[in-house]
T-cell receptor
């Protein structure tokens, strides 16, 4: 158990809908990362937050957005869903003394999103 | 263009064999991660390296910054090592992943 929790575990929805994925980092971790893993693209970095502020953006679509709340939990919002958004979405957290630190990341169990 | 290349893509070994998985990258990195993903989907971070060598149990990871290359070694492989091993690099504020090496260890 990494100490990172993600809800829900599974999500089935229809095209055009909007969903919210939730992540609670390990106690004390200030950095949260979101990743997408699809069969054709593999793992891709979406976005990173550090202590409530967006720090880095990867291959995140404009239809997707995220935020980190004062209690450090994070949410990933996916809107106008398409079939191709079906994937595993992982959240990870790490201790970072400053926003530029690189530390070991601890991954949550993932949310499996199926768009029908 | 793929910033991270892993080899081999698939690997089958007999229990007890010494295994090496390679990762080459094309950018100057701040750190390199080796991840393990089991069939159930969960991802575990095995190592984070920025130089040299790290060892944890039967696992050894090395990195050569000048050659932009890292290796993950598994000594005395066991069926429970069967998983996908993924190399990931941190470059600036971005992260890039290899496509993974699927390892099957046969008893």
């Amino acid at each position: 158990d990494s100490g990172v929790t993600q809800t829900p575990k599974h999500l089935i929805t229809a095209t055009g809908q909007r969903v919210t994925l939730r992540c609670s980092p390990r106690s004390g971790d200030l950095s949260v990362y979101w990743y997408q893993q699809s069969l054709d693209q593999g793992l891709q970095f979406l976005i990173q937050y550090y202590n409530g502020e967006e720090r880095a953006k990867g291959n995140i679509l404009e239809r997707f957005s995220a935020q980190q709340f004062p209690d450090l939990h994070s949410e990933l919002n996916l809107s106008s869903l398409e079939l191709g958004d079906s994937a595993l979405y992982f959240c990870a957290s790490s201790v970072a003394l400053t926003s530029g630190d690189y530390n070991e990341q601890f991954f949550g169990p993932g949310t499996r999103l199926t768009v029908l | 263009k793929n910033e991270v290349e892993q080899s081999p893509q698939n690997l089958t070994a007999q229990e007890g064999e010494f295994i090496t998985i390679n990762c080459s990258y094309s950018v100057g990195i701040s750190a390199l991660h080796w991840l393990q993903q089991h069939p159930g989907g969960g991802i575990v971070s095995l190592f984070m390296l920025s130089s040299g060598k790290k060892k944890h149990g039967r696992l050894i990871a090395t990195i050569n910054i000048q050659e932009k290359h890292s290796s993950l070694h598994i000594t005395a492989s066991h069926p429970r090592d069967s998983a996908v091993y993924i190399c990931a690099v941190a470059f600036g504020n971005q992260f890039y992943f290899g496509t993974g090496t699927s390892l099957t260890v046969i008893p």
